[in-house]
């Protein structure tokens, strides 16, 4: 059960949920004992892992993967070698055996041992004649009309609310899935499940994966599918609201998936965020969720990773091939003093610049846009790695205090206009999607990094909008503090903006 030396397609992997049990896992201490033939008896195993191994052997399958018992759980290399090889241990495993309804690893996968599962379907009657709800989360489940999606019962289980489930599904090229009613089996060509007779000659097969990843997430490395700018901004608000209980492995548990992509898409990541978007990669927030706090660990603040909320909202980014402003990004590699350049894609507007246009900062051409190792200050070189180097146009607005949004906290309207900033006599309105902890301040400095040209949710505002971020300075470097959408025309009539290098931590 320890390694995956074996050939891989006779490993079988387990997706469930640790909870709050004290079970058996691999230490430094145990592990001597634990490598020995036969010393894992059902004594000593948790329920979870023993049903595993019976479903594996059922199978006809050899090895079991288990994280808890295949990865030293008090040794950091252990942990950092496995965590980046999670996208080929789920990816390449044979099946998956998914633990959709347990709470902790002393739950048990319900039908396995005799007595286990007794639920049974509650019968209704239509006419006189006796029916049963199905239960099938492809065609059995109700559509939320908000969003247009389905509402898959399996979506209230805990398992479906953690942050490592979701690439572990997500990998899987085949998954069986246990629940507290019946087995499920998926694939990327068949769903399948007790309830329903779909093995129908000439039927075309129903590939939607809906059960376990609202509707989105099929298909997914198939070339005819949609682009990468979908599957991003799906996977960031599926992960977004996902629960974890170490708040360093933010960036841990999504690892697989962006090493999927980078393989298969051949994108290049700079902590969760694409590269060659970073525009509108920066532009993520979530205009519902006023609670967004930083998360502890290592995290630069203008990553997403940096940040969570309090588990009832979603992070959403605007599509990725949104026209760009023409930023040029530089990133510190390896905690070295070597400035990397992140080339861009994308399309730039060659008749008007908005970064400068009403404002007294010089035009394309005539302005600084490179950043060297030479422009780093030295008491930043021991974070260089976390900071994100660009030059950009920067205001500095006041802000009001009679702001309706100050008054209405639970507002759900996304993008109502609220008159909040000032400069000299000229209001401006701005549209929220991360509404910044002002503390009383009277003024904050604000920077642009992307634009919105009318495809997104804030694309209402008339002509566009500019995406800027309000920063904070600590010791030489910016931080995040919020995001907001400004208007073109608005942002054109700030006379009072600089040009200005920011090394963004």
């Known amino acids: 059960m320890r390694r995956g030396r074996h050939e891989r397609r006779c490993l079988v992997c387990l997706s469930y949920v640790w909870g709050q049990a004290r079970t058996l896992r691999l230490s430094q201490q145990n592990a001597t004992n634990l490598y020995k033939p036969g010393s894992l008896t059902r004594a000593i195993l948790p329920n979870i892992v023993e049903d595993a191994l019976q479903i594996t052997v059922g199978l006809g399958k050899r090895y079991l993967w288990v994280d808890a018992l295949c990865i030293v759980q008090d040794n950091d290399q252990d942990k950092a070698r496995f965590v980046s090889r999670m996208d080929s241990i789920y990816a390449r495993a044979s099946v998956v055996i998914v633990a ?61 609310t953690r942050a490592w489930t979701l690439q572990e599904r997500f990998l899987a090229s085949r998954c069986l899935v246990f629940t507290d009613e019946q087995v499920f089996w998926e694939c990327e060509e068949s769903f399948y499940c007790e309830d329903s007779f779909r093995e129908i000659p000439h039927v075309i097969r129903n590939a939607r994966r809906t059960s376990l990843c609202g509707g989105e997430l099929n298909l997914v490395w198939n070339t005819d599918g949609p682009v990468f700018d979908h599957y991003y901004r799906t996977l960031l608000e599926e992960y977004s609201c996902r629960a974890m209980t170490n708040e360093k492995d933010g960036l841990h548990a999504f690892s697989g998936i962006i090493r999927v992509f980078e393989s298969t898409r051949h994108e290049q990541f700079c902590w969760g965020l694409p590269c060659a978007y970073l525009e509108s990669a920066l532009a993520w927030g979530h205009p519902f969720e006023h609670k967004l706090k930083r998360r502890h660990g290592d995290f630069p603040s203008w990553s997403w990773t940096g940040w969570v909320g309090d588990g009832t909202g979603k992070l959403s980014n605007q599509n990725l091939h949104m026209q760009r402003l023409g930023l040029e990004f530089y990133h510190f590699v390896g905690g070295k003093a070597e400035a990397e350049r992140l080339k861009q894609s994308g399309k ?66 996304a993008f109502e206009w609220e008159t909040i900033m000032i400069q000299g006599d000229r209001d401006i309105r701005v549209s929220w999607s991360q509404m910044p902890l002002l503390h009383n301040k009277d003024e904050i400095e604000v920077i642009a990094v992307a634009q919105n040209r009318g495809n997104w949710d804030g694309g209402h505002i008339a002509n566009g909008a500019i995406g800027v971020m309000v920063v904070s300075w600590l010791g030489g470097a910016a931080y995040r503090e919020g995001f907001a959408w400004i208007a073109i025309r608005d942002w054109t009539s700030l006379a009072r903006r600089s040009w200005k290098l920011l090394f963004l931590d």
Request: aromatic residues 6%; contains cysteine.
């Open 100 to 160: 959709a309804t347990c709470v902790d690893s002393n739950s048990m996968l319900l039908g396995v041992r005799p007595g286990t599962r007794q639920s049974e379907p509650t019968p209704f009657m239509i006419q006189d004649v006796k029916l049963v709800q199905c239960l099938d989360p492809v065609d059995g489940v109700g559509i939320d009309l908000r969003t247009g999606r389905s509402s898959a019962y399996l979506g209230t289980t805990t398992w479906d």
């Open 348 to 413: 730039q507007d060659s008749e008007h610049d908005l970064l400068a246009e009403g404002s007294d900062i010089l035009a394309r051409g005539q302005r600084h846009t490179a950043v060297t190792e030479r422009d780093l200050p030295s008491d930043l070189f021991n974070r260089s790695y976390r900071l994100l180097a660009f030059w950009t146009a920067c205001a500095t607005l006041k802000v009001s205090q009679n702001s309706p949004l100050s008054t209405r906290p639970d507002s759900r309207d």
